[in-house]
Nanobody, 126 residues
Framework: VQLQASGGGLAQAGGSLRLSCAAS????????MAWFRQSPGKDREFVAA????????YYHDSVKGRFTIARGNVKNTVFLQMNSLKPEDTAVYYC????????????????????WGQGTQVTVSS
């Protein structure tokens, strides 16, 4: 399974970007998809996740009210709408998919996701 992330780029503070993530195959069942991000010198951190079963969304506190994760119409696709961007949102954003059921308390745990995309750079200027 390969995930392709796209939509990153350069934005000014207060601006918006929309990230997309699509799987290369539809031959698996998705239980959840998520976005994590990593800045230079920092660990990869949770941003947002969407549980496919109840379509419940989870967000890191730092992006609540600004980012929205949504499921695409095409199977195994997910989007991340990022509004009111801040310079601290600058990072490489990675999408991941879980092909096994994960518990609610694990939605923000990196190892809960089985496959990852290659990452897309988001740079927010002040």
């Amino acid at each position: 399974v390969q995930l392709q992330a796209s939509g990153g780029g350069l934005a000014q503070a207060g601006g918006s970007l929309r990230l997309s993530c699509a799987a290369s195959t539809q031959s698996f069942r998705t239980y959840a998809m998520a976005w994590f991000r990593q800045s230079p010198g920092k660990d990869r951190e949770f941003v947002a996740a969407l549980n496919w079963r109840g379509e419940r969304a989870y967000y890191h506190d730092s992006v609540k009210g600004r980012f929205t994760i949504a499921r695409g119409n095409v199977k195994n696709t997910v989007f991340l709408q990022m509004n009111s961007l801040k310079p601290e949102d600058t990072a490489v954003y990675y999408c991941g998919t879980a092909i096994r059921p994960i518990s609610e308390e694990c939605t923000d745990v990196r190892r809960a996701y089985d496959f990852w995309g290659q990452g897309t750079q988001v740079t927010v200027s002040s």
